[in-house]
């Protein structure tokens, strides 16, 4: 059974911080991951794909995958309140975006 | 670019009825379209991956017959649930992956759906 694990928190940061998010996934064969945020009563939205092992940045969002250790994490530079959400991690066993398995998230809240 | 419709964006019924619930990609064709539900404070859970063209293919634990869907072309998919019953109430969320791009999908805004 394919399981994406994520801690529910709540995250607290202080406003400026780094948050640091993690996903787990079970299924070896995995091949694109998807961090997306969701807002209370909204649904996801996309905030980064990531298909390699190693990191990729965008703005304050950095996205790091490792596929030994079936890891993948998301971290925010500079938070601010508006980033305060639930992250969402995403797992596909595609290269391409089809049959997600999403982890229960994380919610992140940024104290001003 | 990449935006998804949903309508209604909420629902109030009456045990027994039966509800639709469109799902559209407006400035894109989406070869595959997915609808997701989520219960408050749960993660969102696949319900079934629909192929334009072809009959959808469900979760395990989905009843198809109670969860009709359609996806009679390459921008709009429909859920329709039947008969429905207070345990049916969830947040519905459609996604869309495009045909030039299925790296990802896009997701809709949610059609909440209250059954008394």
């Known amino acids: 059974q394919k399981e994406v694990e994520q801690n529910s928190g709540p995250l607290s940061v202080p406003e400026g911080a780094i948050a640091s998010l993690n996903c787990t996934y079970s299924?070896?064969?995995?091949?694109?991951f998807f961090w997306y945020r969701q807002y209370s009563g909204k649904s996801p939205e996309l905030i980064m794909s990531?298909?390699?092992?190693g990191d990729k940045e965008d703005g304050r969002f950095t996205a790091q995958l490792n596929k030994a250790s079936q890891y993948v994490s998301l971290l925010i530079r500079d938070s601010q309140p508006s980033d305060s959400a639930t992250y969402l991690c995403?797992?596909?066993?595609?290269?391409?975006?089809?049959?997600?398995?999403f982890g229960p998230g994380t919610r992140l809240s940024v104290l001003p | 670019g990449a935006v998804v419709s949903q309508h209604p964006s909420r629902v109030i019924c009456k045990s027994g009825t039966s509800v639709k619930i469109e799902c559209r990609s407006l400035?894109?064709?989406?070869?595959?379209m997915f609808w997701y539900r989520q219960f408050p404070k749960q993660s969102l859970m696949l319900m079934a991956t629909?192929?334009?063209?072809?009959?959808?293919?469900?979760e395990q634990g989905v009843e198809k017959d109670k969860f009709l869907i359609n996806h009679a072309s390459l921008t709009l998919s429909t859920l329709t649930v039947t008969s429905a019953h207070p345990e049916d109430s969830s947040f519905y969320i459609c996604?869309?992956?495009?045909?030039?791009?299925?790296?990802?999908?896009?997701f809709g805004p949610g059609t909440r759906l209250l059954v008394l």
């Open positions: 996604s869309a992956a495009p045909r030039t791009d299925q790296e990802t999908q896009y």
């Open positions: 299924d070896r064969g995995s091949q694109s």
């Open positions: 990531i298909y390699s092992n």
């Open positions: 995403a797992v596909s066993l595609f290269s391409y975006g089809q049959n997600f398995v």
């Open positions: 400035d894109f064709q989406a070869t595959t």
């Open positions: 629909s192929n334009e063209g072809s009959k959808a293919t469900y």
